[in-house]
């Protein structure tokens, strides 16, 4: 039942590829195809991110009753930031991103696509913190996964960046890594051991995405990846959530609109 997913998921892609083509970033797609994700360097200036990481804190600060706190307060979010503050409604409606959903995802519809800010801060005990998204995960074991994120601060290594571990969103990556660990392809979440014995198995690499503010990622995040564990300083960015679907149960907007 796992294999037939995964080839649904797949071929509903490649159809989707097929009628977007004549208007993809074929550069950007090329690299999620082959790799993942795609890093789009300087996607707004350094000084734009500065300031939109400057709104993020006052947005946080104007409502925090609707943070969501993960890992002891070491990662904060609020879900739905462009509904109360139009500085970022510029990655909201994103057509040419959007047409990077389509092509990788295969769901011909966003039924809802939400803006989620999040600061992730290191703390006094650091050593223990899982980094942002709580470890080495897939977003689903699946089907392909389309996110885009927009870091606001530089990313350094202590800063908790975002790690990818190169090619294994594809179905024979998935198939591969199965083998290679005897574990269920339904499995999503995984330990930092069972992390380094694959990767050492198979010679797979792991990126981490360092970079200067205003850089933008682009990922199917049916891939391994994680948030590095933050040593020091924070990490600031946006992250645009699709769904083709309705949204997921915990979600809950700004404004007072609740997922359902």
Known sequence: MGNLKLLI?????????????????????NHLKTEGFCIINNYVSSDVANALSERVKANFAAYSDSIISYDHGTDIRLFGIERVDKSFEFFSNNPPVDRMYHAVQGYPKINNKVLMANIVTARANNHNNLGSGGGWHRDSPYTNQFKSF???KDVEIENGPLTYIKGTHTRESIHRFCKATGLPSSQYRFTDTEIEKVTKMLGLSEVKV???????????????????????????????????????????LLSGVAGV
């Open 150 to 152: 927009l870091f606001l």
């Open 210 to 252: 360092t970079c200067k503010a205003g850089t933008m990622l682009l990922a199917n995040t049916r891939g391994l990846h994680r948030g590095a564990p933050i040593m020091s300083g924070e990490r600031v960015a946006i992250t645009s959530y699709y769904f083709g679907n309705k949204l997921p149960e915990g979600i809950n």
């Open 9 to 29: 998921s797949d071929l509903a892609a490649v159809l989707n590829k097929a009628v977007l083509s004549t208007r993809l970033n074929l550069e950007w797609y």
